[in-house]
């Protein structure tokens, strides 16, 4: 996988083409907007992180220069400004994903493999869910584990969803609050993993291989091991 | 401006002064008119008079009924010669023919010298030349010195009224653009010293209800709103600042320490808990940039519709699995078919902000009560803790933005999830008010229906 990070600050980019390198992903890195937009044309890469505030050429409109192109690489947007606002305004220049600074850096690993696997999702989702034993009809709203019916109420059947169209990525939790909930904002507590806790105990309980991991410092998982 | 008040004033008076003199002229115009004809036909009455009187009894006749008005003064101001053709005078008030300096038919107009208290004067005359007879020469006239004089003293008092009244015109406009000037000068003034720094100020208001009152009304409530968000950008940073030092500081003192040791002092440990330390700043310095844009309502994406109903119900379920394993009981009792203008997240968050307060101050076994509902039409939200309460003199302040509960440790963060459900109330048209559950906390939030 080859990325482009579009990032002035030397040092903040310096840290994260290593961050990503060791994930295993190939680097370019450009320094400002107009050289971000000229690597980005030159090469076909699979995804683009750019920051928002850039030298010469903003990081918005290199996104927005790219789309006209036709360019449809996808975009996850770096940016100090935090706000719904500004959120809104990067995801509508078309990037695909938005991260405020600062951020954890597997909250940015996650959004970028999702971001992706994304990219290389069919159109036409699937309905029907396996993993494993575990299998979700999308449709009929069912899951069954190893043909035994496991009844969820209809949130944790959303979560269960998420997660399941993410199987072997990791799963922030501010993901899950955005893709679950539509809610944009840090709840400052752990409701998310209560519902993760919850979930477990209808999932995985009762079998003895658990679907459901927590990666530590960063979120879930779901995964055969 | 004083001078272009002035002058304006000025220009006023004299356009003023202008008509008034020309409807002045126009008065003497057509009064002298009248006085003309009045006087013309005094000496056609006499001259048919003297007409009669030789068709009754020839020359003689005349002469006495002639010599007998001069006597008597028949007419004031009147004038009369009876002469035969070659100019001879048989009777009259006037010594001889006089030279004539203009001849209109009959109508004659000259002027003749008068001894009078010891001067000659000249004296206008108007008169009517007739022939009664072919040898007979008769002039009626009249002296107009006094119709003349009259013309004179009429024209100095108008001319002199005119004056006044064109001065009392320049006064009352000077005084009149000095009022207006003095008020413009107090506007300008507060101006000055709003712009030197005192924000406090505020334009002058004379309770007279007129155009400059109710401009300082508008411009007051302008200067007031800039206030309000220069205090809130004010009390951020400063709110900022207090609560950005103390992680600041530890992280400083770990970092100082590691440095010293690094064996000890870089540990995991020291790592870990610096990135908490870091997390709690972002936290805060989220919170406060939200509350700061709430406030200042600078929040640029649309209102829309929000289903307050769903969007509650949607964070009751979002937090109820976490009161569950508190033991606390949170219940819900909400209406249907509730909708805000407003911008969802931010209500989300405040929302979320309320219950998380409730459920981080409520023990366990304790319960949180949520209700919704409408009165008189603005939906009023509640929500009721068996918390510690907040003290009732730290109430009010504790809604205010960027208001810290200096007394209660315990309650740390609350005071700025408290404020930013507060701003976002505010930001609504809405607002945020906290009372005692006796006991616990009762939160009231109200906002405006669609």
């Not at chain 2, 008769?138 to 008092?157: C, H, I, N, P, Y």
Request: proline share 3%.
């Amino acid at each position: 996988m080859h990325l482009l990070l579009i990032e002035d600050d030397r040092d903040a980019a310096g840290y994260l083409v290593r961050a990503l390198t060791e994930a295993g992903y190939q680097v370019d890195h450009a320094a400002d907007g107009r050289d971000g937009l000229f690597h980005a044309t030159e090469r076909d890469y699979d995804g683009i992180i750019a920051d928002r505030m850039l030298p010469h050429l903003d990081g918005l409109t290199v996104i927005e220069v790219l789309r006209k192109q036709g360019n449809r690489t996808p975009v996850l947007i770096l940016s100090a400004l935090g706000s719904v606002d500004h959120r809104v305004e990067g995801l509508r220049a078309g990037g695909d994903d938005y991260l405020t600074k600062p951020f954890a850096l597997s909250e940015l690993l996650a959004r970028i493999e999702a971001l992706l696997r994304r990219g290389q999702v069919a159109p036409a989702p699937e309905m029907k869910l396996r993993l494993a034993d575990l299998e979700m009809d999308v449709l009929a709203r069912t899951v069954t584990r190893a043909g035994r019916r496991i009844d969820l109420t209809a949130r944790e059947f959303k979560l269960l969803e998420y997660l399941l169209r993410r199987t072997g990525q990791v799963v922030t939790r501010t993901m899950l609050l955005e893709g679950v909930w539509d809610l944009h904002f840090d709840p400052q507590t752990n409701v998310i993993d209560v519902h993760m806790s919850r979930l477990r105990q209808a999932v995985d309980r009762d079998f003895d291989r658990p679907l459901i991991h927590t990666v530590r410092g960063a979120g879930y998982m779901v995964r055969v091991d | 401006m004083r001078t272009s008040a002035l002058r304006l004033s000025v220009v006023y008076a004299a356009i003023f002064a202008a008509a008034l003199l020309a409807l002045v002229f126009v008065i003497y115009l057509l009064t002298a008119r009248f006085i003309d004809a009045e006087v013309d036909t005094a000496i056609e009455r006499d001259a048919a008079g003297f007409v009669e009187a030789y068709s009754r009894g020839g020359v003689r006749t005349l002469a006495d009924e002639l010599n007998l008005r001069v006597a008597n003064w028949g007419r004031s101001n009147a004038v009369y010669l009876l002469s035969d053709e070659q100019g001879f005078v048989l009777a009259g008030n006037l010594p001889a023919w006089p030279t004539m300096r203009v001849e209109d038919g009959a109508w004659v107009d000259f002027e003749i010298l008068v001894q009078e208290s010891g001067f000659e004067t000249e004296r206008s005359i108007r008169a009517m030349v007739l022939e009664p007879a072919p040898d007979l020469r008769l002039l009626v006239g009249t002296d107009l010195s006094e119709r003349r004089a009259l013309g004179r003293r009429f024209a100095v008092a108008a001319g002199v009224g005119s004056l006044l009244v064109t001065m009392l015109a320049l006064w009352i406009g000077y005084r009149q653009s000095q009022r207006i000037l003095a008020r413009v000068a107090d506007v300008s003034r507060s101006c000055a010293e709003i712009l030197g720094g005192n924000l406090s100020r505020r334009l002058p208001v004379a309770g007279v209800e007129d155009e400059f009152d109710t401009l300082a009304v508008e411009v007051n409530a302008l200067l007031a709103r800039l206030a309000r968000t220069t205090e809130i950008l004010r009390a951020s940073l400063h709110s900022a600042a207090h609560d950005l030092r103390s992680p600041m500081h530890r992280m400083r003192l770990r970092m100082e320490r590691a440095l010293a040791d690094p064996v000890a002092g870089a540990s995991r440990d020291t790592v870990e808990v610096t990135l908490q330390d870091l997390d709690h700043m972002q936290r805060v310095l989220t919170a406060l940039l939200q509350i700061a844009e709430a406030e200042s309502g600078a929040v640029g994406a649309r209102p829309e519709a929000v289903a307050m109903d769903v969007l509650l119900a949607e964070l009751v379920e979002l937090y109820q699995p976490q009161a569950e394993q508190q033991d606390i009981a949170l219940q819900v009792s909400a209406g249907s078919g509730h909708q805000v203008m407003g911008h969802r997240q931010l209500l989300a968050q405040a929302l979320a902000n309320l219950i998380d307060n409730a459920l981080k101050f409520t023990p366990a076994g304790g319960r949180v009560q949520i209700s919704s509902g409408v009165e008189s039409g603005r939906l009023v939200l509640t929500v009721a803790d068996t918390g510690p309460g907040i003290p009732a003199g730290d109430r009010v302040r504790a809604v205010e933005p960027f208001v810290r509960l200096s007394d209660t440790p315990s309650r740390e963060g609350a005071g700025l999830g408290l404020s930013l459900a507060a701003a976002v109330a505010r930001l609504h048209g809405g607002s945020l008010r906290l009372q005692d559950n006796q006991p616990g906390l009762l939160v009231t939030l109200d906002l405006p229906l669609v």
